[in-house]
């Protein structure tokens, strides 16, 4: 039996030490610059690893991250770790009850957007010289996959990108991120089955079928039975007040853990059992959006670079760098996504404008591409070249979105943001203390101007949008909006509260400044660029604190004019 010794131990400790620190503060300065952190921490692998320190210092290199195989497998089980709760982080993610209200559009987008990229991505693959296949006898399967890791999106890159835009909570937002959710849940299906269908000795129609109805059956539980069941639970944690966030934390992990060895146990992957149980349990009404928040901010603060950079340790970048593939999963993923969604969404109501940045949202492989490489490139279902290439076309796509996504955000005509704000529609002091009454309340200032009509529609109308997807956003601020056919101008609605009401909000502060906004149900244009310039303004700590000096709607309104009068925002 061997034993861990103290070299073991140290070499660990500096090792993790130097993968975390790296990856850690050089993701924050790639956050800076408005590019994915993902990217940073790769780069920090390859400096590490053989590419380039292992190259040029090899002696230091075998002495930091020595080749023998219990300290390969210290490392190698923390990043194990890492990626099944990165994997439970992301099912947090995804809202399954948002996704299955937007069904009708959401599922147009997602069904072509695996379909088509999957037909486009699957014919270069089955035409590529047998060089770059391990297996040419299995050269369907590795189609098969490749086109399953080119398909995938990344959800996690779309929704910060949108984030940074300030249109994550519009309706538009909604609508991105339901696609999205259906697409990785779809995505993840198909994997499972491709795994499956490769690691088996001897795949038969029997075997497949029984893989596939398990895959199947245990997925139906966990989004149907699994959802109501671990609602009830975190229910029941809440109205025993035990010590929160930590009992919620333990449970979603061992949820987690639970379903892992369920899905390992049927044959499919523990990943896949880790994703399902995150979309079980975040379909969950009383689970704070602290909590998610904090489980998130520990799984993307240590698990995550640690994994991403501890890729860049077992490859040699430069020695299995080929232009010709990274090229194929590049070029033909982008695009096959970007025609797939687009496709979609012609089959929708959507705005032309729209329509081109939902595409654009849907094309980042991301972390979750490179998850499936890993995968494949462990179970030696691909060469070390293809799996560079996968890294790096997610690594391109990533990078692309952000400026892309911009421009297709904020390429529509100029309007003045100030004409949909009034002087009296501003409440200085709401009476409400809690998130309910505190809307009604704007509402009815709402039905107070001219054109708009009673309360009761408008208060309902806005309370169904808050129940799909919170909008409580940081820093106190709520953004609550519908679009109604009654409502003829878009309009904003302000209201402060000075004691601060509960809204749920990701840094689990209280709401001080809510802004109701209220468009015609087909102006969807007003709502995006409203939202993205108050959610702007507002990350202005000056502005937050004028406001909230502020002694009356007159001096709040002085302030917003002066924050807003040369905020200009482009409309088709």
């Given at each position: ?469 919170g909008t409580a956003l940081e820093h106190g601020v709520a953004v609550p909006h519908a679009r109604l056919d009654l409502v003829k101008k878009p309009m904003v609605v302000i209201g402060r509260s000075r004691g601060g009401i509960e809204w749920n909000s990701p840094d689990g502060k209280p709401t001080h400044f809510i802004f109701l906004i209220l468009t015609p149900q087909a102006d969807d244009e007003a709502q995006i660029q409203l939202l993205a310039s108050i959610a702007k303004m507002m990350l202005n700590v000056k502005n937050e604190q004028l406001i909230m000096a502020a002694k ?21």
């Amino acid at each position: 039996m061997s034993y861990l010794s103290e070299r073991n131990i140290l070499i660990f400790l500096v090792q993790f030490f130097l993968l975390l620190g790296l990856a850690r503060g050089l993701g924050e300065l790639f956050r800076k610059i408005k590019q994915p952190s993902l990217t940073a921490e790769i780069l920090v692998g390859v400096v590490l690893g053989p590419t380039i320190f292992g190259r040029f210092m090899p002696e230091m290199f075998n002495v930091i991250f020595p080749q023998d195989a219990i300290q390969l497998n210290m490392l190698e089980t923390v990043s194990w770790l890492g990626l099944l709760f990165f994997l439970l982080v992301v099912g947090l993610e995804v809202d399954f009850s948002s996704a299955w209200r937007q069904r009708g559009d959401a599922l147009k987008i997602a069904i072509t957007d695996i379909v088509l990229p999957l037909a486009i991505s699957i014919l270069p693959w089955l035409l590529i010289p047998d060089s770059y296949l391990i297996n040419p006898g299995q050269r369907l399967v590795f189609a098969l996959f490749m086109a399953t890791a080119m398909t995938i999106s990344a959800m996690a890159i779309s929704a910060r990108a949108l984030q940074d835009l300030g249109v994550l909570k519009t309706d538009l937002g909604l609508l991105i991120m339901s696609a999205l959710s259906v697409n990785d849940m779809i995505g993840w299906l198909i994997f499972t089955m491709v795994i499956s269908l490769f690691v088996s000795s001897a795949p038969n129609i029997t075997h497949i079928l029984m893989v596939f109805a398990a895959t199947i059956g245990f997925a139906v539980f966990c989004l149907t039975l699994g959802r109501i069941w671990a609602g009830k639970i975190i229910n029941k944690i809440k109205e025993q007040q035990m010590p929160e966030p930590a009992t919620s934390l333990t449970f979603i992990c061992l949820v987690g853990l639970v379903c892992g060895a369920i899905t390992q146990k049927l044959g499919i992957q523990a990943l896949f059992g880790f994703f399902l149980a995150g979309i079980m349990v975040g379909g969950a009404k009383s689970l704070s959006e602290k909590t998610r928040q904090t489980i998130s901010q520990m799984v993307f603060a240590v698990f995550v670079p640690l994994y991403f950079a501890g890729i860049g340790l077992r490859l040699d970048f430069f020695q299995n760098f080929n232009l010709f593939l990274v090229v194929i999963v590049s070029v033909i993923g982008i695009l096959a996504r970007f025609a797939g969604a687009w496709l979609g969404v012609n089959f929708t109501t959507q705005s032309k404008s729209n329509r081109l940045s939902i595409a654009i949202a849907h094309t980042p492989g991301g972390p979750m591409q490179i998850v499936l490489g890993m995968l494949a490139w462990q179970y030696h279902l691909i060469s070390e070249p293809v799996f560079v290439a996968i890294i790096c076309g997610a690594v391109i796509s990533s990078i692309v979105l952000g400026p892309w996504l911009s421009h297709s955000i904020k390429n529509r005509k100029e309007i003045s943001i100030l004409e949909f704000f009034a002087r009296n529609a501003i409440l200085p002091d709401l009476k409400a203390g809690e998130r309910d009454v505190a809307i009604y309340e704007l509402c009815e200032m709402a039905a107070e101007q001219e054109s708009l009509p009673l309360v009761e529609p408008l208060y309902q109308a806005v309370i169904k949008r808050e129940e799909v997807l919170g909008t409580a956003l940081e820093h106190g601020v709520a953004v609550p909006h519908a679009r109604l056919d009654l409502v003829k101008k878009p309009m904003v609605v302000i209201g402060r509260s000075r004691g601060g009401i509960e809204w749920n909000s990701p840094d689990g502060k209280p709401t001080h400044f809510i802004f109701l906004i209220l468009t015609p149900q087909a102006d969807d244009e007003a709502q995006i660029q409203l939202l993205a310039s108050i959610a702007k303004m507002m990350l202005n700590v000056k502005n937050e604190q004028l406001i909230m000096a502020a002694k009356d709607q007159e001096e709040i309104w002085t302030v917003l004019q002066g924050a807003l009068s040369s905020r200009m925002v482009k409309k088709r």
